[in-house]
């Protein structure tokens, strides 16, 4: 008898996305398990026309405690975890359910084509984007702590980094939803960042949202998509902006002695940092105008 597969997707007023989520595992899903919370659109109408299986959870700001929850509800022999803005297409499908019938790992990381903006990001982070999405049941779990990667046991495999093996996410198709998710989720991250006992400081306004603009742009070669990489580090460090402000919010705006001469200094070593990463860049860069080139001439 074959390994059965179920797919988990939880949702929350995304009527308009999961059509297509769903639509793209329903020649590949024995069952498909939709964890509905508590919606006031039509998404669990939607999850029933196409055969799901619906269970509700409680609205939560976000996914990873009611994942579990999703995953307890299958029954598959095999579990495959997708977002309500990803689909999967035909080509890493078939691989999935070869997968499945093989039983070749105990989970699967797979990559992730994220388009923003309408864009396929391809540097900063962006991609692979290896997700732990597919997985026999009892080998993973999420805990229940915002953007936590997975607990995992047994023998893991890494689908190969080609677009025809990656996961397909919507991620923001406007500035407006970029924004609404970083105000979602900077609020969450900052009440557990309270918890844990952090303590803002004034320098956490200049310091942390120019090293994540620096190392997303520069760094991890944000600028290789062009427009959309500088607009996607400059957002990244604005939301790493509104994080640490939150914790200040958190701490009733508590006043803070900033003075001038220090202000100018804790700039002056943000521009060094500049200066590094821009020189940097440019060898790395120049290196490989030098290599091309040097094959042009050669040929």
Not at 51 to 65: D, L, M, N, Q
Not at 118 to 142: C, M, Q, T
Not at 228 to 255: P, T, V
Request: net charge negative; charged share 30%; no cysteine.
């Amino acid at each position: 008898m074959s390994a059965k597969l179920s797919v988990v997707i939880n949702t929350l007023n995304e009527a308009d996305s999961l059509p297509r989520a769903l639509t793209s595992v329903k020649d590949i899903a024995d069952e498909i398990v939709v964890i509905d919370m508590e919606s006031d659109d039509e998404s669990r109408k939607i999850a029933e026309k196409f055969g799901a299986k619906v269970f509700t959870h409680k609205r939560v700001s976000y996914v990873e405690p009611a994942r579990n929850f999703a995953i307890e509800k299958a029954t598959g022999d095999w579990i495959l975890v997708l977002d309500v803005d990803e689909e999967i297409p035909s080509s890493l499908g078939k691989q999935i359910k070869e997968i499945v019938n093989t039983g070749a790992a105990d989970y699967v990381r797979i990559p992730r084509k994220n388009l923003i903006f309408g864009h396929w990001i391809e540097h900063a982070h962006w991609w692979p984007d290896y997700n732990v999405r597919l997985f026999k049941k009892g080998a993973v779990s999420w805990t229940e702590v915002i953007h936590t990667v997975p607990v995992v046991k047994g023998r893991g495999m890494d689908m190969e980094i080609k677009e025809e093996n990656a996961i397909i996410h919507h991620h923001y198709d406007t500035v407006e939803k970029f924004i609404e998710h970083m105000n979602r989720y900077t609020t969450v991250q900052a009440e557990l960042k309270v918890k844990n006992g952090y303590k803002f400081t004034w320098r956490d306004m200049l310091v942390r949202p120019a090293s994540e603009f620096l190392s997303r742009y520069f760094g991890d070669e944000g600028y290789k998509d062009g427009a959309f990489g500088l607009a996607l580090s400059l957002l990244q460090g604005f939301s790493e902006l509104a994080f640490y402000l939150k914790i200040w919010q958190a701490e009733k705006f508590k006043e803070q002695n900033v003075d001038l001469p220090e202000v100018i200094s804790e700039m002056r070593e943000r521009e060094k940092d500049l200066h590094y990463w821009q020189g940097n860049s440019m060898y790395h860069e120049s290196g490989k105008l030098k290599d091309r080139v040097i094959r042009k001439l050669r040929i």
